[in-house]
């Protein structure tokens, strides 16, 4: 058996505490000696949940980082535009590092992140939790093996889901961009960075992209809504109603997500849930928020050889976390939809052949996320930090120059133009800052 990992947790939300309950299920494999969040009841539940030292229960990552090594690594899940600083400082205490996605939300802040990581020799996992998933690591394998060279990859997303992205792109945490980041950032980056992936030595050389921030605005409230959902007349009638989405749950006794988000103080039973959406953020109309983040979006790019990549994001899908993946080459075409087996049509045979995955046993409730992807990236990254460095898939130099290209998507859609990859601010060969090139050759 590898040694136990010992982990200090930053951010006790949903993606944290989601991320430490590995070590209530594998004790052997990993422990929780800490945690830091501002809110009490969020770090109280962990240090309940944990058995945690009251020494080591913070009410600010600052003052975490501050003492000794405690942890052999820590779990950075705070909101995204707090990813960069604690990053660094922990880089600089010598942790590994697992960081929820994306890594910042600036290009500038992606580079300092992982300078931090180079200069002090520690391991950096973003967590871009599918490309741990069986059904994406077996398209990669696919792909090399039968495919031979790829000329297109055609990616559609419609994992976001109308209520979905009514619950966190209008109401919740990622509806500003002043206050978290742009929706292809915060949703997206990991698709992107799939694309880039699957694309394998093939460097990306021209980005465009187009979208807009659709029907979540004043013009479309119903004529006689209220401001708030719980007293509007036109509920019955409105498909992003929050007695829908939330309450109704709450009634039949579901106060997990995404219920157990609208409950700020913790505590989750039908007065608290009504209270939350009488006042709250999460009671509002979907048409009176301060939102701006885009509803769809679309990303064309094109790659070393003339290999192109298509890749769509939606709101206003019927399901949450499906996607439907085609990979297009000389010698055959792969396909998959959702997380399911991968098929592969052979055109010289004309014969269509079924991958299915190596899944894992039975996993845990709390690591199901992302059809069991949460649980494969802890995996991996507890077994990296014990013995197997290589085991991780998302370190520094590939995901910061996928992120590079969501920040050229979004630059392409806001100037109107087609940007290169390999051109300006965001080239990375000889970039002073690595010293040498951080892309692989």
């Given at each position: 058996?590898p040694?136990?990992?010992?982990?200090l947790?930053?951010?006790?939300?949903?993606?944290?505490k989601?991320?430490?309950?590995f070590?209530?299920h594998?004790?052997s494999?990993m422990?929780?000696?800490g945690?830091?969040?501002?809110r009490?009841?969020?770090?109280?539940?962990?240090q309940e949940?944990?058995?945690?030292?009251?020494n080591n229960v913070?009410?600010d990552?600052?003052?975490?980082?501050?003492r000794?090594?405690?942890?052999?690594?820590v779990?950075?899940a705070?909101p995204?535009r707090?990813?960069?600083?604690?990053?660094?400082a922990?880089?600089n205490?010598g942790y590994?590092i697992?960081?929820?996605?994306?890594?910042?939300?600036?290009?500038?802040?992606?580079?300092?992140?992982v300078?931090?990581?180079?200069?002090n020799k520690?391991m950096l996992a973003?967590c871009?939790?599918?490309r741990?998933?069986p059904?994406?690591?077996?398209?990669k394998v696919?792909?090399?093996?039968a495919?031979?060279?790829?000329?297109?990859?055609?990616f559609?997303?419609?994992q976001?889901?109308?209520?979905?992205f009514?619950?966190?792109?209008?109401?919740?945490?990622?509806?500003?961009?002043?206050?978290?980041?742009f929706?292809?950032l915060?949703?997206s980056?990991?698709d992107?960075?799939?694309?880039?992936y699957?694309?394998?030595?093939?460097r990306c050389l021209k980005?465009?992209?187009?979208?807009?921030?659709?029907h979540?605005?004043?013009?479309?409230k119903?004529?006689?809504?209220?401001?708030?959902?719980?007293?509007?007349?036109a509920?019955?009638?409105c498909?992003?109603?929050?007695?829908?989405?939330?309450?109704e749950?709450?009634?039949?006794?579901?106060?997990?997500?995404p219920?157990?988000?609208?409950?700020s103080n913790?505590?989750?039973?039908i007065?608290?849930?009504t209270?939350?959406?009488?006042?709250?953020?999460y009671?509002?109309?979907?048409?009176?928020?301060?939102n701006?983040?885009l509803t769809h979006?679309?990303?064309n790019?094109?790659?070393?050889?003339?290999?192109?990549?298509a890749f769509?994001m939606?709101?206003f899908t019927e399901?949450i976390?499906t996607?439907?993946t085609t990979?297009?080459?000389?010698k055959g075409?792969?396909?998959?939809e959702?997380?399911?087996?991968v098929?592969?049509?052979?055109f010289?045979?004309?014969e269509?052949?079924?991958h299915?995955?190596?899944?894992?046993g039975?996993i845990?409730?709390?690591?199901?996320?992302?059809e069991?992807?949460?649980y494969?990236?802890?995996?991996s990254f507890l077994?990296?930090?014990?013995?197997?460095?290589?085991l991780i898939?998302?370190g520094?130099?590939?995901?910061?120059?996928?992120?590079?290209?969501?920040?050229e998507?979004?630059?392409s859609?806001?100037?109107d133009?087609?940007?290169?990859h390999?051109?300006g601010y965001?080239?990375?060969?000889?970039?002073?800052?690595?010293?040498?090139?951080?892309i692989?050759?």
């Amino acid at each position: 058996m590898p040694p136990c990992v010992t982990v200090l947790i930053i951010g006790a939300g949903n993606r944290g505490k989601n991320y430490s309950s590995f070590a209530v299920h594998f004790a052997s494999r990993m422990k929780v000696i800490g945690v830091a969040d501002p809110r009490a009841f969020a770090r109280k539940h962990l240090q309940e949940i944990h058995n945690i030292d009251g020494n080591n229960v913070f009410d600010d990552w600052r003052a975490a980082s501050e003492r000794e090594k405690l942890a052999d690594a820590v779990i950075i899940a705070t909101p995204d535009r707090l990813h960069k600083d604690p990053a660094v400082a922990f880089a600089n205490k010598g942790y590994h590092i697992l960081l929820e996605k994306p890594m910042a939300v600036t290009p500038e802040d992606c580079k300092e992140i992982v300078s931090a990581c180079k200069a002090n020799k520690v391991m950096l996992a973003v967590c871009h939790v599918l490309r741990y998933h069986p059904t994406f690591m077996k398209i990669k394998v696919s792909d090399t093996n039968a495919l031979i060279s790829v000329t297109a990859v055609s990616f559609l997303w419609v994992q976001v889901g109308f209520w979905h992205f009514a619950h966190s792109f209008v109401r919740g945490n990622w509806r500003n961009e002043a206050e978290s980041t742009f929706s292809l950032l915060a949703k997206s980056c990991h698709d992107i960075d799939l694309i880039n992936y699957w694309m394998g030595d093939k460097r990306c050389l021209k980005v465009s992209s187009f979208g807009r921030l659709s029907h979540f605005t004043h013009e479309n409230k119903p004529k006689g809504a209220a401001s708030r959902c719980l007293d509007c007349s036109a509920e019955l009638t409105c498909p992003y109603s929050a007695k829908k989405v939330y309450l109704e749950l709450a009634e039949k006794g579901h106060f997990g997500w995404p219920v157990s988000v609208v409950c700020s103080n913790g505590v989750y039973d039908i007065e608290s849930v009504t209270e939350a959406l009488r006042n709250g953020p999460y009671g509002r109309c979907v048409y009176e928020c301060d939102n701006d983040v885009l509803t769809h979006q679309v990303v064309n790019m094109e790659f070393e050889g003339g290999a192109t990549a298509a890749f769509t994001m939606v709101a206003f899908t019927e399901t949450i976390g499906t996607r439907k993946t085609t990979i297009h080459g000389v010698k055959g075409e792969l396909s998959c939809e959702g997380l399911g087996p991968v098929q592969l049509f052979d055109f010289l045979t004309r014969e269509k052949t079924t991958h299915p995955n190596n899944k894992a046993g039975p996993i845990p409730n709390n690591l199901s996320g992302h059809e069991g992807a949460d649980y494969y990236l802890m995996d991996s990254f507890l077994s990296a930090v014990a013995n197997n460095p290589f085991l991780i898939q998302t370190g520094p130099e590939e995901t910061l120059n996928s992120h590079l290209l969501v920040f050229e998507a979004e630059k392409s859609r806001k100037e109107d133009r087609v940007v290169s990859h390999l051109d300006g601010y965001l080239h990375l060969e000889n970039n002073p800052l690595f010293g040498e090139s951080v892309i692989a050759p």
